[in-house]
């Protein structure tokens, strides 16, 4: 029920059988990986662009992982026809930033049913009410979804756990969702966990912080305005602040 | 130290330096986005302004009247 990360050329998961069918295996590993899943017994969630699990029971995979990644559709609108498209999108960017967050970390998205992940129409294969579970354990606002949720310490359905990053994708553009997903990246990569959460997220400014900046662009424009003409017998001077020069110049 | 009587150059002393750090605190307070660092820009920006407006009071103060005289 899980999308799993970009994962290494074996990754085991206890929630992958009923996804084996829809496993994008690489020609050159996908024999190896056939041949474990059936001698183990357990599925594989292998080197793949996406692994899609579906079931309402399966839990997500617990051991080996740094962080743990959720997506949460808990909003009404984004399961709107209408919405379908912007969802697909979204799953595509997730589905990459699970491919390169590292064997490490694991990217988690819900399913209610095996179907191709390509299926433009995939909201009404978005598994809501465990999305919906989580967002009311975690104290997450359907109406901020979707939400990417990144904690370190396996998710629990039922309590928060200590340490979690939550982003709110409700109100970005697809640049933004991109450019999140980046710099969540780069964290998780590089120091497997979330530092500054509302860097990441790039926080609105303070009103006091627009007032500062306001004031920097006043007193930079004041700068600006004058120049000064020395004319005597022997020297001429003429001094200008270094301001940019203006597009019309 | 308590000064005993005010001097014009006392002013020039007090407004030269007053002038060089609130200079200094102003140039850096332009030098880079007030996101990146607000609470140290808005210091910067209140002791020029601090320093600028003190000096403007001792010199008010010191000259108090004395365009009466």
């Given at each position: 029920?899980?999308?799993?990360?970009?994962?290494?050329?074996?990754r085991?998961?206890?929630?992958?059988?009923?996804?084996?069918?829809?496993?994008?295996?690489?020609?050159?590993?996908?024999?190896?990986?056939?041949?474990?899943?059936?001698?183990?017994?357990s599925?594989?969630?292998?080197?793949?662009?996406?692994?899609?699990?579906?079931?309402?029971?399966?839990?997500?995979?617990?051991?080996?992982?740094?962080?743990w990644?959720?997506?949460?559709?808990?909003?009404?609108?984004?399961?709107?026809?209408?919405?379908s498209?912007?969802?697909?999108?979204?799953?595509?960017?997730?589905?990459?930033?699970?491919?390169?967050?590292?064997?490490?970390?694991?990217?988690?998205?819900?399913?209610?049913?095996?179907?191709?992940?390509?299926?433009?129409?995939?909201?009404?294969?978005?598994?809501?009410?465990?999305?919906?579970?989580?967002?009311?354990?975690?104290?997450?606002?359907?109406?901020?979804?979707?939400?990417?949720?990144?904690?370190?310490?396996?998710?629990?359905?039922?309590?928060?756990p200590?340490?979690?990053?939550?982003?709110s994708?409700?109100?970005?553009?697809?640049?933004?969702?991109?450019?999140?997903?980046?710099?969540?990246?780069?964290?998780?990569?590089?120091?497997?966990?979330?530092?500054?959460?509302?860097?990441?997220?790039?926080?609105?400014?303070?009103?006091?912080?627009?007032?500062?900046?306001?004031?920097?662009?006043?007193?930079?424009?004041f700068?600006?305005?004058?120049?000064?003409?020395?004319?005597?017998?022997?020297?001429?001077?003429?001094?200008?602040?270094?301001?940019?020069?203006?597009?019309?110049? | 130290m308590?000064?005993?009587?005010?001097?014009?150059?006392?002013?020039?002393?007090?407004?030269?330096?007053?002038c060089?750090?609130?200079?200094?605190?102003?140039?850096?307070?332009?030098?880079?986005p007030?996101?990146?660092?607000?609470?140290?820009?808005?210091?910067?920006?209140?002791?020029?302004?601090?320093?600028?407006?003190?000096?403007?009071?001792?010199?008010?103060?010191?000259?108090?009247?004395?365009?009466?005289?």
């Open positions: 029920m899980c999308v799993a990360s970009c994962c290494s050329p074996l085991y998961s206890p929630c992958s059988r009923a996804n084996v069918g829809s496993l994008r295996l690489r020609y050159g590993s996908s024999v190896l990986l056939l041949v474990l899943a059936v001698l183990g017994g599925t594989l969630v292998a080197a793949q662009e996406a692994v899609e699990m579906v079931s309402a029971t399966d839990s997500i995979p617990r051991a080996n992982f740094r962080t990644s959720l997506f949460l559709v808990c909003n009404p609108e984004w399961l709107t026809p209408e919405k498209q912007d969802l697909f999108h979204l799953y595509r960017e997730f589905s990459s930033f699970g491919r390169t967050i590292g064997d490490d970390n694991l990217a988690v998205w819900f399913w209610k049913s095996k179907e191709r992940s390509d299926n433009p129409n995939l909201a009404e294969n978005v598994d809501v009410e465990r999305s919906v579970r989580y967002c009311k354990a975690l104290g997450l606002k359907p109406s901020e979804g979707p939400h990417l949720f990144v904690t370190s310490t396996y998710p629990d359905s039922t309590k928060p200590k340490d979690f990053a939550d982003f994708l409700a109100k970005m553009s697809p640049g933004d969702v991109a450019t999140l997903l980046l710099k969540v990246t780069d964290e998780l990569v590089a120091h497997g966990r979330i530092g500054n959460q509302a860097e990441i997220a790039g926080a609105p400014e303070s009103i006091w912080v627009k007032l500062l900046e306001a004031t920097q662009r006043t007193i930079g424009n700068g600006c305005a004058w120049s000064l003409k020395v004319q005597t017998g022997f020297l001429t001077a003429d001094l200008h602040p270094p301001c940019p020069a203006s597009p019309t110049g | 308590a000064i005993r009587k005010w001097h014009p150059g006392k002013l020039v002393i007090l407004w030269v330096w007053g060089i750090v609130s200079g200094l605190l102003l140039t850096d307070f332009l030098s880079r007030a996101a990146s660092a607000p609470l140290r820009e808005l210091l910067e920006l209140a002791v020029s302004l601090v320093v600028l407006v003190a000096l403007s009071a001792v010199t008010w103060r010191w000259l108090g009247g004395k365009d009466l005289a």
